[in-house]
């Protein structure tokens, strides 16, 4: 049965899937290096010209902030709402702003 | 349970009551954290396993069309298999113990795949019925509430509806042949039937997970109310092409707006799944050979790998 050293490591796959965007995460694959799995992503996440660009990252290379911190990172944007073009009430004569 | 973990618990059960969708690193209460690895290991299983019966005509198909249609179809059934184990991976379990635990059948798969498939007409009946039974259980998946689950259940619905079109496709063309061609078709369907039918589990009364399943968005609709989705939605289109549905209970129903039709052999599927199913042994034995010969492969491409960094 399996080795665990043996396993090929998980990477992350990004795809652009046309000019003019950028790239959307889209899941994760096993391969042994990085030309492999660019390989493998072309294989299993874009059999139906899903993509023009492929980015695949190794899944332990990525830091991601961690659910417990949203309050602090994201909550302080709540309160400045003046930050919104909704904010200002403006006369109706004034068109286009 | 400490008064945390308790809640916390409630939380989650409201934060998912109002079908918001939970990602990778959200606390989520064991239990769910155990259903979806099962579930979602069990469904990469059934679309791995699965390419078996099919992959089986590939070499055999009636015109080089119809043989790239099949090579495209069962591929991706390949791909749908990596997107759930890659879901499955964001639970925190390794993708080599799930592929383990098949090999050594501990894990299931859909018991569809242990019928096999003895003529050309049943990669016909195959994907019009079991493709199309897949899709009628998968379509609510999209809408579960554990994201990777639902953007991989996205991906693979968006690609089944070819499936489930070849399958029809290649019923019709055969019930516009010869009276062997017509035979041939009526055959798969009379043997298909049934099997497709009690893909979507036991019936309402005797199902075990659904109702935390159904609280945690994770099951939308009823076993029975599914099947009976996939009768409704299948009968018309068997009539179309001169087809005949092998239940003498058939009949459409006035009042309820449904078909009624007959009773569900249990005995035959509990029997198929616990192991005793027309090739249960022989679909394991395909995967544990088809893993052992490529573990060389697997090694030399590690060996290849980890030369070239140390070359860097
Ligand atoms: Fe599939
Ligand atoms: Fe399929």
Redesign the pocket.
Same mark, same amino acid.
């Given at each position: 049965m399996s080795d665990k050293n043996k396993n090929w490591p998980l990477w992350e796959v990004f795809i652009r899937s046309r000019q003019g965007l950028g790239h959307k995460h889209v899941g994760s694959l096993h391969a042994a290096d990085a030309e492999m799995a660019i390989g493998n992503a072309r294989d299993v996440y874009t059999r139906r010209q899903e993509g023009v660009s492929i980015w695949v990252v190794p899944a332990d290379k990525i830091i991601a902030s961690a659910p417990e911190d949203s309050d602090a990172l994201f909550d302080p944007a709540n309160d400045k709402i003046y930050r919104h073009p909704t904010f200002y009430v403006l006369p109706d004569e004034v068109n286009h702003m | 349970m400490n008064a945390t973990q308790e809640k916390l618990r409630e939380e989650f059960d409201a934060y998912v009551a109002k079908d918001k969708k939970i990602e990778p690193k959200d606390w989520m209460p064991d239990g769910y954290r155990k259903t979806l690895i099962r579930q979602i290991s069990q469904h990469a299983h059934s679309e791995v396993v699965g390419m078996l019966p099919e992959g089986n005509w590939i070499t055999r198909a009636p015109s080089l069309q119809r043989k790239v249609i099949l090579l495209a179809?069962v591929q %991706? &059934?390949a791909g749908h298999g990596l997107y759930l184990y890659s879901a499955a991976e964001t639970l925190g379990v390794d993708r080599a113990d799930l592929i383990d635990d098949l090999l050594s059948g501990k894990a299931k798969y859909s018991s569809i795949f242990n019928y096999p498939s003895l003529t050309w007409a049943d990669m016909g009946a195959i994907g019009w019925l079991v %493709?199309g039974s897949?899709i009628m259980n998968q379509v609510p998946l999209c809408r579960c509430s554990y994201g990777p689950y639902a953007r991989a259940m996205t991906r693979v619905c968006r690609e &089944?509806s070819f499936?489930q079109r070849q399958g029809y496709s290649i019923m019709m063309e055969l019930m516009k042949g010869t009276k062997d061609q017509i035979d041939m078709a009526q055959d798969a369907l009379n043997r298909w039937w049934w099997p497709s039918l009690m893909m979507f589990g036991p019936s309402d009364k005797n199902s075990t997970h659904s109702s935390q399943n159904m609280k945690w968005n994770i099951k939308r609709f009823s076993n029975d109310e599914l099947r009976q989705r996939m009768v409704d939605m299948t009968v018309p289109q068997a009539e179309l092409i001169g087809l005949k549905i092998p239940d003498p209970d058939l009949k459409w129903n006035e009042d309820t707006g449904h078909y009624d039709f007959g009773e569900i052999d249990w005995v035959e599927f509990n029997n198929v799944l616990s192991g005793n199913g027309p090739c249960n042994n022989e679909r394991l034995e395909a995967r544990n050979k088809a893993h052992d010969d490529g573990a060389w492969v697997r090694e030399a491409a590690l060996a290849y790998a980890e030369k070239k960094k140390t070359k860097e």
């Open positions: - | 179809k %991706d &059934e %493709d897949a &089944e499936h």
